[in-house]
């Protein structure tokens, strides 16, 4: 069965680090483009950052950029999320999703895109 399971998630205080990790079963990984995602209480999700099929290619909102480091290992079917810098505003529950529509070489941070998701993990942001 398809399943895409979230973990690393916690409470840290600001400045602190956390890297989120997505375990993926059912799918060959290689064959997707993957995405993280957060929604915050009250909020919409938006998409945080993306991987692309083919060729490594990311995209971050600007929100994290140069903080938040998205990567994959294929070989282990797992995705990971490095966040650096975690400031309170970064709060929410972040979930990873997988696409297969689309370009092979481009991702884009957008939830219609993406087609399995992970349950998700609560990541708080405090002193």
């Known amino acids: 069965q398809a399943q895409l399971v979230e973990s690393g998630g916690g409470l840290v205080q600001p400045g602190g680090s956390l890297r989120l990790s997505c375990a993926v079963s059912g799918f060959r990984l290689d064959y997707y483009g993957i995405g993280w995602f957060r929604q915050a209480p009250g909020k919409e999700r938006e998409g945080v950052a993306c991987?692309?099929?083919?060729?490594?290619?990311?995209t971050y909102v600007d929100s994290v950029k140069g903080r938040f480091t998205i990567s994959r290992d294929n070989a282990k079917s797992t995705v990971y999320l490095q966040m650096n810098s975690l400031k309170p505003e970064d709060t929410a529950v972040y979930y990873c999703?997988?696409?297969?529509?689309?370009?092979?070489?481009?991702?884009?941070?957008?939830?219609?895109?993406?087609?399995?998701w992970g349950q998700g993990t609560q990541v708080t942001v405090s002193s």
């Open positions: 991987i692309s099929r083919r060729g490594g290619s990311t």
């Open positions: 999703a997988l696409t297969n529509t689309g370009e092979a070489y481009k991702c884009y941070n957008f939830v219609g895109e993406y087609d399995w």
